[in-house]
């Protein structure tokens, strides 16, 4: 229940985009932020007040790191275990690493979700070329193998159509631990951003509603275009699971809907901040960045209420330098990430409209 | 009309909370920003990518920085003509000096807006008790003494009811060249922000109504309680002074309102962001800090529209600390300057309600 008030530092694990989205909120409310990140250049140092370069495994800066700051948190859900325990016991860390625990690992997740009452895909784990045959067997056609731990935007999975898939299944996980997913029929994706403070309040945007390219993030649309039903049932949903972790912050809760049925099926969870919230940057009173530092440093969390009809879209490679569009429309807010170089594919800034519809 | 594209480094002179507003503002458009000014621990180095320390007359570190950047601009009128100079062989400067020149010097000031056909109160200047007398006489009562040049939240200034009050001038004046100024009556005190871009677009926002206590802003509300005609007006002057200073930035004009004759007097101009802009943070779909770095960039000006009935408040000393009314009321929005020392009448927040009203 410890409050960190403005004024105080706050660290974060990782210098990417999203922290440094989160560094430029925490400014806004008189917070310093102290990034710590294993490569230099890292976009949140551009906005930092304090920078550490070095690794996740390295023992005294991290312990150095914790030590410096009020309040600790971290922008992926991939800060290994050890990484976490360092942090936990040097400084507050918010989320804490249950979260983390549970949201590396597939299996882990399927199971902390079907023990907390909600929906997901049929799924099975396997090790082997045998535990495979095994699993398809159960789970029938479609379905997707996804490896447990480290994929993401599509990585480590490999879509099961028939028996032939099987041995590509095997190169992709590269006989790592995995699990195979029962193909789930679905008419669109959406996720919800609950945020969930230190004293247990809990708090839910607007749903988003996704779309993906070649497994990325193309555009996020609000509101959803759900039922009342879907809508609130999909916070319902996300709330169950940010108290069911007991988390401090703001999470992501992906999930998939069939319309006709009304049906939600949790596809998965991330304790952080999201791309598919980035639209309450423009379009909510509160930002997602915002709400996160307010979650952690257990202030009263902001309000989730959508300014309009909103659309925000990624700005991959080299998309980001063709930016006169939307810095010439009047209804769009442009956000470019300070990276200086636009590999393809690489999130380089995002656009959102408010009103779009107008 | 060189642009600077996102990517590029700016220059900011000044690291108060201008400054700190104008670095969050950039870097969400992707700049980097380099703060320059003489404190240590100033406010705005927390957000920057790059500081100096130096003082403002410092010719080498003002080179070196002026170098470093792709553009530089200020927090602060009260940037040294020579100061201004070493930059701007060194780099762009934008605004200019003559934005500096005629803003330091309360009679250039008043010269520069008469030249411009843009009405403002009688004046006339005095350096002597004699100069003084003849003003008195010529001006009449109640007028007010300013010194011309270094006056902010009414230091420098002696209101004149009677010829009793003219030593009192003196005093404050402290022989240093004044103007004696009219007294206005007005009903309300307006400003305008305006910005005019590299390229000699202009753009206006909704006219801000001002209401100080103790010479120091108190609260801002759009739409200003003023005439559709008195609105136009406003703005029509506005565009006037940045498009006759040929500027290049966001400035703001000062303006008394007499209701029933649908007067304007014009009281002064800042070259830069300004106190009553603050609203456009959230109550703008492009905040007065964006708007200026498009503009000193030479990208397109954004969108000026206010998002309903704004109310700002200026955070003064102690009522930083007492924040929790402002985070937990969700029709506000509480920023924080990230300084550590409350002084009494210091800046160090504010607070904006959108919407104020319903």
Partial sequence: ???????????????????????????????????????????????????????????????DFARAVDVATY?????????????????????GARALMVSQDRLVEKEFLAD?????????????AAELKEAFKSIGRPSVAKTRRFGYDGKGQQLVKSSKDLDKVLSVTNS???????????D?????????????????????ENVHTNHILDITTVPAKVSDM?????????????????????MTVEMFVSD??????????????HNSGHWTMDGATTSQFEQHIRAICDLPLGATNARGIIRMKNLLGDDILDNEQYLADPKASFHHYGKSDPRPGRKMGHVTWVDADD
């Avoid at 989205?21 to 294993?38: F, S």
């Avoid at 669109?188 to 988003?208: C, H, L, N, Q």
């Avoid at 006709?260 to 901040?273: C, D, L, S």
């Fill in 116 to 128: 907390s009452g909600v929906k997901t895909a049929p799924y099975q784990a396997f090790h082997s």
């Fill in 176 to 186: 790592t631990p995995a699990i195979l997913e029962g193909f789930v029929n679905f």
């Fill in 260 to 273: 006709a049925k009304g049906q939600i099926i949790v596809n998965e969870i991330a304790p952080r901040v």
């Fill in 75 to 95: 922008e992926f859900e991939n800060v290994p275990a050890q990484t976490a325990d360092i942090v936990s016991k040097n400084t507050l860390l918010r989320p």
């Fill in 188 to 208: 669109r994706e959406i996720s919800v951003i609950v945020a969930r403070s230190a004293s247990g309040d809990v708090a839910a945007y607007p749903v988003s």
């Fill in 230 to 250: 879907v809508e609130a049932k999909a916070k319902v949903i996300a709330a169950k699971v940010a108290n069911a972790l007991e988390y401090v912050g703001v």
């Fill in 1 to 63: 229940m410890t409050r960190v008030n403005p004024g105080g530092t706050i660290g974060i694990l990782g210098g990417g985009q999203l922290g440094r989205m989160l560094a430029l909120a925490a400014a806004n409310l008189g917070y310093r932020c102290h990034i710590y990140c294993p490569e230099e250049n890292s976009p949140a140092f551009q906005v930092a007040d304090q920078t550490t370069v070095a690794s996740y495994t390295n023992e005294e800066a991290l312990t």
